[in-house]
């Protein structure tokens, strides 16, 4: 316990199936269940596409991804990416009870991630997004 590994790769949605793998290979290792994992990789596959698709608005880019396991019941994992500065967490959430046809498009994945995640933290350090979700179980 309190290993972190990690994997950098190009922020395009191609990669999304290297960013699975690698998570989903991470949590099997450690026995997290199986109703957590879903929720965990699902969050993880949200941010990395908002990366992918919006970060280096369209130019090549990078996403680092480290998964810590802190201790015996959780897990944090952390995307670093060096694109334009977006804090996710300054988003209004939408507003789930109005009406499909009423409502703005998108914000959906990381209200997601804000209401399945344990803990969501954002920093920026003038180069770097850097964006932390853990889970317990």
């Known amino acids: 316990?309190?290993?972190?590994?990690?994997?950098?790769?190009?922020?395009?949605?191609?990669?999304?199936?290297?960013?699975v793998d690698f998570i989903e290979t991470e949590l099997n290792a450690i026995a997290c269940p199986v109703d957590t994992q879903m929720q965990i990789?699902?969050?993880?596959e949200e941010l990395f596409v908002n990366i992918s698709n919006y970060a280096y608005k369209g130019q090549p880019g990078k996403v680092t991804i480290?998964?810590?396991?802190?201790?015996?019941?959780?897990?944090?994992?952390?995307?670093?990416d060096n694109g334009v500065p977006f804090n996710p967490l300054e988003q209004?959430?939408?507003?789930?009870?109005?009406?499909?046809?009423e409502r703005n498009p998108g914000g959906l994945g990381i209200f997601l991630v804000k209401?399945?995640?344990?803990?969501?933290?954002?920093?920026?350090?003038?180069?770097?997004?850097?964006?932390?979700?853990?889970?317990?179980?």
Not at 66 to 80: A, G, Q
Not at 92 to 101: A, G, R, S, T
Request: hydrophobic share 35%.
């Open 115 to 137: 209401r399945t995640m344990d803990d969501v933290l954002y920093y920026y350090d003038g180069i770097s997004n850097t964006l932390t979700i853990s889970k317990a179980w």
């Open 41 to 44: 990789e699902l969050a993880v």
């Open 66 to 80: 480290y998964f810590t396991h802190p201790n015996k019941n959780m897990v944090s994992i952390t995307l670093l």
């Open 92 to 101: 209004k959430d939408p507003d789930v009870f109005q009406p499909l046809e």
């Open 1 to 19: 316990m309190g290993s972190t590994k990690s994997i950098t790769l190009d922020a395009r949605s191609e990669c999304l199936e290297y960013v």
